[in-house]
């Protein structure tokens, strides 16, 4: 199956996948800020729920 037919969050999951590999990142370093990115994304999921 050909990532276009994919869901669009597996291809937003492999695009940053993608960035953060290409620039390197630490592992433990990723893991951190994606636990930030969830927190923001997770009360602005909350808000739209209002």
Known sequence: ??????????????DLIMLLE??????ELVLAALEIVKKDY????RQREE
């Open 1 to 14: 199956m050909a990532l276009e037919d994919e869901l669009p969050e597996i291809k937003l999951a492999v």
């Open 22 to 27: 290409s620039n390197d990142m630490e592992p």
């Open 42 to 45: 997770l009360i602005k999921a």
